[in-house]
């Protein structure tokens, strides 16, 4: 008898951005120049004095397991760094440290999702939420997130969407792949309107929270005492202190769902790579002036950008208002996304995303990640615009 998988399988998906990275590896291993404006990371070093205090706690002998929910000095730390970036009170009692901003997402969308079950996600939106609501048996609904809303999603598209059926609403702003912001007005909206709602968990994806532009303010979902109750935040070091490989996220759970949370870790990855905690606490409480540095130097390359992609025939770019991505309506250049963004990667060297890969709503953009130097970028530019000249779109 053959070996089978679980039918579940069949209905997971992935995150296209490493295929993409994947191939342009490869391409470049053959000898071919590629310049990646594919992959959402931050093409600065951590920090040393963060990378020396995970050296330190090696040396100090911290090797073996920690609690499953992260040990209590990180999890302090990540309190006392949301009550004074945000004024809001955490109890570390609330904080769950996890390995990566993922985690949270898996956490919360399996205790929501279930066949009969709805769940709301943003679309275009990360790739990995709608991946883990199928793979639950949950009915995904996707939220449009609209380019002449400024990418910000609406509360009243949202609120008008939820059902008896609806058990978790998951957010992002600032926002991946679009950049868009959602001003607090907009929140202010969602907020009130979910009080009709109550059945409904929110899952809020603030990874970004300190990469805006433009004097645009974050307003996180934890300045709402009235959806505390119900309100899951994800947050983590990889976007803000350049440490995607470090695997080091965080979220902030209500009471009554915090032991659940603590459960899955303990079946899942039991704890958090001790080292990389203690780097967590140097990140917190130590100097920010690197990260201030490299959010001034993503909005310089932002409006290097926005520039050169509006000067490229038949594409326009929203200007956006935080991360570090630009997502371009590229619908006039003839060109379906996903075709266009293998070609730009074949033929001019240029790796971006199709706007397919990030949901329904993806087609008529590309997703570039500007998570790389301003030389490189207008190369990629001007590669994009000579083969946007010559080659023939392919429906």
Known sequence: MPLTTVPAFARIGEENAFAVLARATELMRQGKDVINLGIGQPDFATPPHIVEAAIKALREGHHGYTPATGILPLREAIAADMNGRFG?????????????????????????????????YPDPGFPIYRSMIEFTGARPIPVPIREENGFAFSAEETLALITPQTRLLILNSPANPTGGVTPASEIDKLVKGLEAHPHVAIMSDEIYAQMTYDNQVHRTLLAYPEIRDRLILLDGA??????????????VWPKHLYDMARKLAVNSFSCTNAATQFAGIAALTGPQDAVRDMV???????????EGL???????????????????????????????????????????????????????????SYANSADNIRKALARMGEFLSRAKPQG
Not at 238 to 247: F, N, P, Q
Not at 296 to 306: L, Q, S, T
Not at 328 to 337: L, M, Q, V
């Open 310 to 368: 509006n000067a490229l025939p038949n594409v326009s770019c929203a200007t956006p208002k935080g991360a570090f991505y630009a997502f371009p309506n590229i619908s006039k250049t003839g060109w379906k996304a996903k075709k266009l963004a293998s070609a730009l990667l074949e033929d001019a060297g240029v790796a971006t995303i199709g706007g397919p890969d990030f949901g329904v709503h993806g087609e008529g953009y590309i997703r570039l």
């Open 238 to 251: 990889s976007k803000t202190y350049a440490m995607t490989g470090w695997r080091l996220g965080w979220s």
């Open 88 to 120: 809001v009170e955490v109890s570390p009692d609330n904080v769950m440290v996890v390995p990566g901003g993922k985690v949270t997402m898996f956490m919360a969308i399996l205790m929501f999702g279930e066949p009969g079950a709805d769940i709301l």
């Open 296 to 306: 001034a130097e993503f909005d310089k390359r932002r409006k290097i950008v926005v």
